[in-house]
């Protein structure tokens, strides 16, 4: 277990590797100057001095002191945002993203499983239609249309919640319901298909055999089973969550990490997309790493094959 | 089992919940408004967005300041108005008695060359360096010196002599007083300050309520960053902490950001808020109405119209949104009386690429003046500004906007004509449009529009196969600058209020000349312009270099001046619309 745990993590550490060397690749081959900004072109000279500053005058020396200051956590200072380090940035922003993209997937939880197992139960009945419409609403409209039209409802019509920004509990809950709709669809799907497989098992006949309430042959047997592909999706589900949605934190002014790794690109800001694209590749790694240990614990047939 | 797992939700959901209702939120600020585009920088050297320059100008305050309503320059911290020499190259300015830092310290004269001189050190990079090193005696050489310096500084490292960069760091650092000394910035004695021009500037009191002419407290050099004990880093260069721009940095003795303007900063969190208070030690702090001001960040435009319609934010500005036009629409019409339309000093247009003899691999027709002007003449602005753009913006038939800049009248440029655009390209050496084979029209994602409308006007009017070219801002600004196009989109937003902000732009050598035009005629007219002292000769040699640009050589094709869209509140009394977008807030009272 121990052997598995301490391959696992090294094989995490050699993607992180990979991961930003290609990203390297890329941030150093793509034209814009960083540096610049609005109409007024930027004198050779002090881009020069900028460059020097930021030690992005030679590649191979930034490449070096980048992953130095990676490996002690040290991103450095964003080139668009001088006043800030990026690592000030992502702690600013990595935690509003985290609670906003956990809060999400606990909601697509507590929709998404009964959703998906009443959908099997009640296999091509109303509900299973009902619940399917539900699911083809969340996963085929984008969430730039639903966060505006949840905005113009609550929040400008009815004034139940402030118009966007971050800092109060009555900003959570639109963005987090938003964020979570493409989630509960997922996940209500694949529990519906996992679940239909798993009630026609043999297990399950022996349980039904024995006599044992439907309830409990649904919620506690059948439902343990049917949950390991929906686990398996919640690793790279959550990172995804948490590491903050563009789209949504745009409609909803909040201040969270996915804004950065769109505008960092479009900044041509090097420390940062380096940095945002690391963070993210470290929660994914963390995540699918901790599903598979939570697997063993789900599923005993499993165990010491991690 | 699975009854745990829902308990473990609902109890991580509540207590997520609970922690984050448990964080501090202050009350609402006295007066809140949106930055549209958010804070880039808060060191006034190195901004370069009007957006910075708002919040700085009201943090800090320069030697003269702009009358919100006429935006022309008042005093602000010395007194107004300064001694002038009567070659009007000597400006002695004397700082007020009663001006103060906000930690209580009084504003001297030192706190401006500090300020002044960080703003041309090569270390800063600062895209504004240029209104003082044009202007300030002795300035440009001083530069020139230190970016020699630094380049050796550079050639050392990469040949990894270290003991020789060393050495060349001491020796570079022994020199820099006396090298300054040379710069015309004369301080004898803390409220004095004497600066000699290099030739008369008939703006220079507009220049120095710019934010690149503002103070900076003495409190920095606890964070300037040091080599061998020089005060110079590795590389050669005068740089500081970048923190020093925060209000709660406290390193090395340094207690955070210190400002003398009305406002000071009182808390900045990244790209949500920035809370700025009243100065105590201001001059007039007592009778400021707004004690706090909320600036927000909301990353999309259309979210901080509903929070206005919601009644969240006071204030918006720079209203660019898809929609504009019917917001727009709505304010002409009378229909809503709080969105108004400020003219600004700004004026969209494209250049045309004069240099190059080939783009891309095909040959550069617009080399040729004469295609130039009949691509000016096939261009009916009348109809790309009223009814393709519909934003508000008016046609624009010079470089420079009229009617914003007092004492100058540009001249009326190359109106709609197509038969003598047709005509010209005849005496061109192209009898058909065909003949120029396929002319690229290079414009970034904001502009497509305007692209689409200007390619169908010149394949319907001149025949000639328009290709549209669009590519994202950052590729977009490369190729512009390195002349990759044939004609290419461009803007210009006035720095300073005197047309040479835009004249300027296309002489020989500028590092904005994108076109590539070169006409000694042109930088002739522009150098006596220079110095000539009687303001209504010079006005008429600008005139005239102007008329050289919009009638004859066409390097640019002007195509609108922008307007600016802005909400204010009913209840919001003291903010004016007006060309510059600014906005002081000392001013502001709000009677809801």
């Not at chain 2, 015309?184 to 507009?206: A, I, N, R, S």
């Not at chain 2, 208070?277 to 901080?304: G, K, Q, W």
């Amino acid at each position: 277990m121990i052997l598995a745990l301490t391959r696992r993590i090294f094989a995490g550490i050699v993607t992180l590797l990979l991961v930003y060397t290609a990203t390297f690749v890329m941030v150093v081959s793509i034209p814009g100057n960083p540096f610049q900004s609005g109409d007024r072109n930027m004198p050779r000279e002090a881009q020069q001095a900028l460059r020097a500053r930021y030690h992005m005058d030679n590649n191979w020396t930034f490449y070096a002191e980048y992953l130095t200051g990676a490996i002690h956590l040290d991103f450095g200072p964003a080139f668009t945002y001088s006043d800030w380090t990026c690592n000030q940035i992502i702690a600013s922003s990595l935690p509003v993203s985290m609670l906003l993209g956990l809060l999400a997937i606990l909601i697509a939880l507590l929709v998404g499983l009964p959703l998906g197992v009443l959908g099997a139960v009640h296999r091509d009945n109303p509900i299973d239609f009902l619940g399917l419409f539900i699911v083809i609403l969340g996963i085929s409209i984008p969430t730039f249309v639903t966060g505006t039209a949840a905005l113009t409802l609550f929040c400008v019509y009815l004034k139940w919640f402030p118009v966007g920004g971050w800092g109060t509990l009555r900003h959570l809950p639109l963005p987090a319901l938003t964020l979570s709709l493409p989630f509960i669809a997922y996940i209500a799907r694949l529990t519906r298909g996992s679940m239909i497989d798993t009630l026609h098992s043999d297990f399950i006949r022996t349980a039904r055999a024995k006599g044992l309430a439907e309830r409990t042959v649904i919620w506690k047997h059948a439902l343990r089973v049917a949950f390991l592909p929906v686990l398996s999706y919640l690793g790279p589900a959550t990172a995804q969550a948490m590491t903050g949605s563009f789209v949504v934190e745009k409609v909803f002014g909040v201040p969270g990490l996915g804004q950065h790794f769109v505008n960092a690109a479009l900044n041509r800001d090097a420390g940062l997309i380096l940095a945002t694209v690391l963070v993210f590749s470290a929660v994914l790694i963390a995540l699918n790493l901790l599903v598979d240990l939570l697997y063993s614990v789900i599923d005993p047939r499993i165990r010491g094959a991690l | 089992m699975i009854r745990n797992l829902f308990v473990i939700c609902v109890a991580l959901c509540l207590a997520l919940l609970g922690f984050f209702s448990l964080t501090h939120r202050e009350p609402r600020a006295d007066f809140t408004y949106v930055n549209p585009s958010g804070i880039h920088t808060l060191d006034p050297a190195r901004m370069s967005w009007l957006q910075d320059f708002r919040v700085a100008l009201n943090l800090w305050e320069g030697l003269t300041t702009w009358d919100p309503q006429t935006t022309k320059p008042i005093g602000a911290a010395a007194y107004f108005p300064p001694e002038i020499s009567d070659d009007g190259l000597v400006y002695t300015f004397h700082i007020r008695s009663d001006a103060y830092w906000s930690n209580g310290d009084p504003v001297t004269s030192h706190d401006f060359v500090r300020g002044w001189r960080r703003a041309i050190e090569p270390g800063t990079s600062a895209d504004y360096a240029f209104l003082i090193t044009d202007h300030i005696a002795g300035a440009a050489q001083y530069v020139q010196w230190r970016q020699e310096t630094v380049r050796t500084m550079s050639a050392l490292r990469s040949k990894e002599q270290n003991d020789a960069m060393d050495s060349a760091i001491r020796a570079c650092a022994n020199q820099l007083p006396k090298r300054f000394n040379r710069v015309g910035l004369q301080t004898p004695d803390d409220k004095t300050l004497v600066v000699h021009l290099k030739t008369p500037c008939p703006y220079f009191l507009d220049l120095t309520a710019f934010a690149t002419f503002l103070p900076i407290h003495r409190s920095i050099e606890r964070l300037q960053l040091r080599y061998l004990g020089t005060p110079l880093t590795r590389e050669g260069l005068i740089a500081f902490d970048p923190q020093w721009t925060k209000p709660d940095f406290h390193h090395k003795g340094y207690n955070g950001l210190v400002t003398n303007g009305p406002y000071m900063l009182g808390d900045w969190s990244f790209k949500q808020r920035a809370r700025l208070v009243v100065n105590p030690y201001f001059r007039e702090a007592d009778h400021i109405r707004c004690r706090t001001i909320d600036m927000l960040e909301y990353e999309n435009v259309s979210a901080s119209i509903m929070a206005y319609e919601a009644g969240d934010v006071d204030f918006l500005t720079d209203l660019n949104v898809p929609y504009k036009h019917e917001l727009v629409r709505l304010a002409q019409t009378g229909r809503r009386t709080d969105l108004k339309l400020c003219k600004v000093l700004a004026t969209q247009f494209l250049n045309f690429n004069c240099q190059s003899d080939t783009v891309g691999g095909a040959k550069n027709p617009f080399k040729d003046p004469r295609v130039r002007k009949a691509f000016t003449l096939a261009t009916d602005r009348n109809r790309i500004v009223h009814h393709v753009l519909a934003s508000g913006d008016r046609i624009a038939h010079s470089f420079v906007p009229p009617d914003v800049i007092a004492g100058y009248t540009p001249p009326q440029g190359l109106g709609y004509d197509v038969d003598r655009a047709q005509s010209l390209l005849r005496q061109a050496g192209y009898p058909s449009g065909d003949a120029l084979g396929t002319v690229e029209l290079l414009v970034t994602a904001h502009s497509v529009r305007l692209g689409e409308a200007l390619a169908g006007m010149w394949q319907r009017d001149l025949g000639v196969r328009v290709e549209l070219r669009v590519q994202e801002s950052k590729t977009f600004a490369q190729n512009k600058a390195i002349r990759n196009f044939m004609i290419a989109r461009g803007n210009w937003y006035a720095d300073y209020n005197d047309p040479t902000t835009f004249l300027d732009c296309l002489a020989t050598a500028n590092g904005n000349n994108d076109s590539g035009y070169s006409n000694p005629r042109y930088d002739k007219m522009l150098a006596d312009a220079r110095t000539e002292s009687d303001p209504q000769r010079r006005a008429e040699i600008l005139r005239k270099a102007e008329a050289l640009i919009v009638k004859t050589d066409c390097p640019i094709l002007p195509v609108s001046h922008s307007s600016e869209l802005i909400a204010i509140k009913p209840y919001v009394k003291g903010l004016y619309p007006n060309p510059r977008l600014w906005f002081p807030f000392r001013s502001v009272s709000v009677e809801r």
